[in-house]
């Protein structure tokens, strides 16, 4: 009893340890991955859709090429379209995401609806191509209430700043849990791939246009 005792004494500072860095260190981290306190304060589209959601997450990347050469990235995603640019395994039934452009998947339309999985589809809300796209969740359970906001904002000539923010009202607390502590690693993996993808994309084209003067 006595060691059993001394173990539980000996774990509950390191609980409290643990609990502290997730919320106060981690936690803030992943909500605002790459974003500055400018992007994570300006409006985007379905910000007003939900009212006070309990995630609430604005990351974003900077990319070495232009809006239109991110836009065709964004606008493709989706289960067994494009992928999601991030772990296939675990969101694509292991089929490795788009190395291209694909043109059957470049005229999303406003009201279309975008598969994430086997079972559950977003709404596509609202579309401006090469600026911005809302996707609304329109599955039940862990995702019953949320929206999706892509933003691409130039940043010079050459550069782009791609902004996401999901805002989400978890109907459980495994799913909260779930979100907390989960969701940046694929987030920051699909920003990540859409990063390389779109550079390598610019490169391509500023070659064929330098070779066709």
Known sequence: MRTIRSVLLAAVPLLILAVTLV?????????????????????????SLLGDPTFSATRAVTINSRPEHVWPWVV????????????????NDGIPSAERVIPEYQDLQVGDSVPLSKHSYVRVAALEPNRSMLLVFE????????????????????????????RVQPPTVRAR????????????KCMLGIKRRAETLAHARGSESAMGR
Do not use: C, H, K
């Not at 929206?147 to 000539?157: L, R």
């Open 139 to 166: 599955t039940t359970g862990d995702w019953a209430e949320a929206t999706w906001a892509w933003g691409i904002y130039p940043d010079g000539a050459r550069q782009t700043r791609l902004v996401t923010r999901l």
């Open 177 to 188: 849990m779930m979100l907390d502590l989960f969701e940046i690693v694929m987030m920051r």
């Open 76 to 91: 493709q995603i989706g289960y067994r379209r494009a992928g999601f640019y991030s772990y296939d395994r675990l969101d």
């Open 23 to 47: 919320w106060f260190v981690y936690r803030p981290w992943a909500l605002n991955w790459g974003s500055t306190d400018d992007e994570i304060t300006r409006a985007m589209p379905g910000d």
